[in-house]
Structure formats: C-alpha cells, structure tokens
C-alpha cells in the first residue's frame, strides 16, 4: 500500500526518521570506550525524563512486562502482601505478575474506565497496622482503558496512613508523555518499555528505582539472576553491562532523547495533551462516549471509543488495517470487541491526528454507524485551531 502507514495503536508507536537512522549503524562493541560513554549518557538523559535525582536508571533487554518482574523480584520475598489498584487489564496483568512470583496479592477493584482511588489505598493500607502490606502496585496511565491515575494522590494517601510499603509504578505508557515525576510523587520504583513515549522499537525495559527500593533489594527480594538489578548498577558505573545489552536500540535511545529535549519535556506533555483533547472532540462529534467518564482523568497519551451493543471493535480494527493501513488498538481483557482504542502519542502532530480520524470516519461508516464524514474531523481542526492562537488568515498574513 502507497504511503506511511498509521501505527495508533498506543504503543509499540511510530519510530521518527532520526531514531532508525541512528540505529542503522554498524553494532557498537559493548566492552569498548565508545559504547560506556553512550550508557552514561543514557541513563543521566533517563533521569531528566523521570525527573529524578534520587533515582537510579536501570535498563534490561525485555519488554514492560519484564520490567514489572525486575521491580517485584528486586524488592519483594514470596509470600510478601501486595495491595494492588486494578482498573484495567496492565493493572489485572501487573497484580498477576505479583501473584505468579509468590506475593499474596491483595486487589482493590476499580470499575475499568475509571482512576485509582487513592481514598480506598489509605482506608486498606491505615487498617494494616502491622504493616503486613509491603507494596502498593498502580498503573499511572492504564492503556486498556485510557485514564489517567494521580499518582502524587496515591502517595499522599500512603503517606496519611503511615505506611511503609513501597510504591511500584508503571510507567508504561505515560513515561515521555505524560508529566511524571519520580521524586516529587516519592515513587520507589517505576517501570517503563521503550516502544511508548520513548519512540523506540519494542526491546528495553527502563526502570527507576529509588533508594528505599534499592535498600529493600539490598536486604531481601527473590531468588534472581538476570533480572537482579544489583549487578546492573555496579557495572553501570563504569558504563557497562553484566550481559550483551540490546546496543542498536541504545542507540536509538539516545536520538530519543535529543528529540525530547530539543522539544522540551514541557512542550511534549503540551502537546499530548493538546492533540488528546482534538481526539477527544472528534469522538464527541460521532457521539460516541469514551470509556473513561471523569473529565480529570482522561489519558494524553490514548483514548477508549465504546462502540454502540452487537458492534464488534475487531471487525472494524481489521478494516482498517487491511484497506486504511491504519492500525488502532483493539479491546483488551473484558473490553474485547466492545472498544477501540486510538493511540495519540510519541512521535506525532496534529496534522497526523486528523488523518488518523478522518481514517477512523471512514472505518465507522463502513462499519456501518453513520457519522458524517468530516464531523470529527472538523471538531478536532477547530480544536486545534483555537489551541495553536491560529486566527482564520493570519498565516497568509504579509509580514
Ligand atoms: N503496562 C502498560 C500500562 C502497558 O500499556 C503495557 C503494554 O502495552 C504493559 C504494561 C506491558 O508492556 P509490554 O507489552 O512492553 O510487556
């Protein structure tokens, strides 16, 4: 098929130009001077984005998954109790990773569409007087359902109640999007993947682990190997690995974050959270609701579109892919079928975002809901229009 294709689903995401060329090179030796200077640079540019000081940036060749397992077996012991918030299917998988490891997990249930409740994390963790709990898992921005968590709210309510236990975020899919700050927020581990916000090809997991975290893995954690973050960190010091890291992605990663700082992290939240809102009017405009029902906690970085009862999001995700090339995010766990998701974030402009939508038009209508074609479109451009201070002519304007 003629032309780019459209990845939206949210995350893997569309890597720019400039990150596959820095990683067509020829393979860096891992036990040489050139490839130490380039983790140094990594993991300080990691830090910037976690807005972190206090943290340590630790990467493992894997995927986000990979890096829920670092973040349990590094700091928890089987038969440890985890409180887990669950408002999607990454928070279901996260609570399952715990539980597959050893942990006695614990669930607060939170309807899919809406925020953790950082009022029912104070109620459970103030009623553990014995401080039996040792961690609180939350999903800051959960990709099933497209909502946003407050994690600064979280840890307040940790706090409120006095309670030890370690906050472990994932990260997954707000890193590089979205706001996220590590040390304000007193996250003891976060955990990322390279293929979201970072713009990278599938392959990394990013972790920051804070001191209370490192501390819990120097006195106790799991029987591990590969994914003990300890020999990680002492190697990194001197720029290298305790195994062959994944160099062409590293690469890749740096490009990464020269984009991300030549933008700004500033501007880039900015414009998540600009082009979220135009998706937003757009799905407004075909009357459709989205998922997530509280205005607060709409997510920058994707959006949940609910299709009408006997439509199958399946058939319309397939669609698209096969006549469009357009890619959008299917259902997942409960919401198979029932939802699609369009994924708007990464390497990505407004422009891009109405060509997405007038595809998804098209998609809808042979689908066979009758939105007018352009009405999402239009909302969206007349979003955009008020948002960028673009007044109708002044861009043709004489100087
Ligand atoms: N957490 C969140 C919020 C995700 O969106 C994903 C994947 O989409 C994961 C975890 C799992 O990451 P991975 O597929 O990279 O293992």
Redesign the pocket.
């Known amino acids: 098929m003629p032309g780019r294709p459209f990845l939206q689903v ?2 893997p995401t569309n890597v720019p130009e400039r990150i596959l060329r820095a990683m067509a090179q020829p393979v860096l030796d891992h036990r040489g001077a050139e490839f130490a200077a380039l983790t140094r640079e990594l993991l300080d540019g990691l830090k910037r984005v976690f807005q972190t000081t206090a943290g340590t940036v630790v990467l493992f060749p ?7 397992e670092a973040a349990i077996v590094n700091t928890l012991s089987s038969g440890d109790r985890v409180l887990a918030a669950v408002n ?1 299917q ?2 279901t ?2 609570a399952q990773c715990a539980q597959a490891l050893g942990m006695e997990v614990e669930e607060i249930a939170i309807p899919w569409g809406a925020a953790v409740s950082p009022a029912a994390i104070h109620e459970r963790l103030a009623a553990d007087r014995a401080h039996t709990i040792k961690a609180v898992l939350v ?6 359902t497209g909502v946003t968590s407050d994690v600064a709210a979280v840890r307040a309510a940790m706090d409120a109640a006095r309670h030890p236990a370690l906050l472990l975020v ?5 890193l590089g999007s979205i706001d996220f700050r590590f040390d304000e927020w007193g996250v003891d581990v976060a ?1 990322c ?1 390279s ?2 916000g970072l713009m990278l090809p ?1 392959g990394t ?1 990013i972790l920051c682990v804070g001191p209370g975290a490192l501390a819990a893995g120097e006195r106790g954690g799991s029987p591990r190997y590969f994914l003990d973050w300890r020999p990680v960190i002492a190697q990194n010091r001197d720029g290298f690995f305790p195994y062959t890291p994944a160099t062409s992605l590293l690469l890749g990663m740096r490009e990464a974050l020269h984009l991300l700082f030549e933008e700004g992290l500033a501007r880039v939240f900015a414009r998540h959270t600009r082009l979220a809102e135009g998706v937003r009017r757009a799905v407004r405009a075909w009357e459709l609701p989205i998922l997530c029902g509280d205005a607060q906690s709409h997510s920058p970085t994707l959006t949940a579109v609910v299709l009408p009862e006997g439509m199958d999001s399946g058939r319309l995700i397939a669609w698209a892919a096969a006549h469009l090339h357009l890619s959008l995010g299917a259902g997942l766990g409960k919401l198979r079928g029932r939802v699609f998701r369009i994924g708007h974030l990464g390497w990505l402009n407004e422009v891009e975002v109405l060509g997405v939508l007038g595809g998804v038009e098209i998609a809808l209508n042979v689908a066979g809901l009758q939105v007018p074609p352009g009405s999402g479109v239009s909302a969206c451009a007349s979003w955009f229009l008020r948002s960028m201070r673009v007044t109708a002519g002044e861009g043709a304007q004489k100087s």
């Open positions: 949210p995350g894997g995927s986000g998954t990979a890096g829920w999607g990454f928070g998988l996260f999903v800051h921005n959960e990709t099933s994932d990260a997954v899919s707000s955990v993947g293929q979201k599938p997991a």
